[in-house]
């Protein structure tokens, strides 16, 4: 089950759980008016490779998961495995992934095994983490500021899915006349 909280602003180490003293936890409801979507599949007793760019999605053993697909018309889907041993230029790549950012689709992305942390911006651009365990399945929405990091245990395989053909290319902050942005925010924060 996803569980998400605000955070420091100051990270010092970007794997670090980095909660506020106390805790302030952000609620499902939360997340859903930031247009965050979740699921909770879980994905033990299936199978699915190391790496596999693209994967046919025709080949999802979970009944659970192909509904899903189905349902929300992801027709595209590729599995990566983050690690040291797996990733080529794996610290560069963390960099990477935790820069802030939008995409010009919705960012999905299904955990088969370990965990990770995708942190995005409320409202009032508070940063909220979310973490992410085998099973958890999020929808970020097209415009949305994040990003992704790792957390301690330095692996996740997961699986991203994608209506149409995948559009890879983030767009860095600052990115507030890009046209998924003002989609966002004329959606989910005016």
Same mark, same amino acid.
């Given at each position: 089950?996803?569980?998400?909280?605000?955070?420091?602003?100051? %990270?010092?180490?970007?794997?670090?759980?980095?909660?506020?003293?106390?805790?302030?936890?952000?609620? $499902?409801?939360? +997340?859903?008016?930031?247009?965050?979507?979740?699921?909770?599949?879980?994905?033990?007793?299936?199978?699915?490779?190391?790496?596999?760019?693209?994967?046919?999605?025709?080949?999802i053993e979970d009944p659970a998961l192909a509904a899903l697909r189905k349902e929300e018309?992801?027709d595209y889907a590729d599995i990566i495995t983050c690690s040291e041993e797996c990733l080529?230029?794996?610290?560069?790549?963390?960099? *990477?992934?935790?820069?802030?950012?939008?995409?010009? @689709? @919705?960012?999905?992305?299904?955990?088969?095994?370990?965990?990770?942390?995708?942190?995005?911006? @409320?409202?009032?651009?508070?940063? /909220?983490?979310?973490?992410?365990?085998?099973?958890? +399945? /999020? %929808?970020?929405?097209?415009? /949305?500021?994040?990003?992704?990091?790792?957390?301690?245990?330095?692996?996740?395989? *997961?699986?991203?899915?994608?209506?149409?053909?995948?559009?890879?290319?983030? /767009?860095?902050? $600052?990115?507030? @006349?890009?046209?998924?942005?003002?989609?966002? %925010?004329?959606?989910? %924060?005016?």
């Amino acid at each position: 089950m996803m569980e998400s909280w605000y955070m420091s602003a100051d %990270v010092v180490d970007q794997t670090a759980e980095n909660r506020l003293s106390p805790n302030q936890p952000v609620t $499902p409801e939360q +997340l859903k008016d930031l247009g965050i979507k979740s699921w909770s599949i879980p994905s033990e007793g299936y199978t699915y490779p190391a790496k596999a760019v693209p994967w046919n999605p025709d080949d999802i053993e979970d009944p659970a998961l192909a509904a899903l697909r189905k349902e929300e018309g992801y027709d595209y889907a590729d599995i990566i495995t983050c690690s040291e041993e797996c990733l080529p230029d794996y610290h560069n790549k963390l960099k *990477a992934f935790f820069q802030e950012h939008i995409h010009s @689709d @919705d960012e999905i992305r299904y955990i088969l095994k370990g965990s990770g942390y995708f942190d995005v911006r @409320d409202k009032e651009e508070r940063w /909220i983490r979310v973490q992410l365990s085998a099973g958890d +399945l /999020i %929808v970020l929405p097209e415009g /949305i500021y994040h990003r992704f990091t790792m957390d301690s245990n330095n692996f996740t395989h *997961a699986m991203r899915l994608f209506k149409g053909e995948p559009v890879w290319t983030p /767009i860095n902050r $600052p990115a507030d @006349d890009h046209e998924s942005r003002k989609k966002y %925010v004329d959606t989910f %924060v005016s």
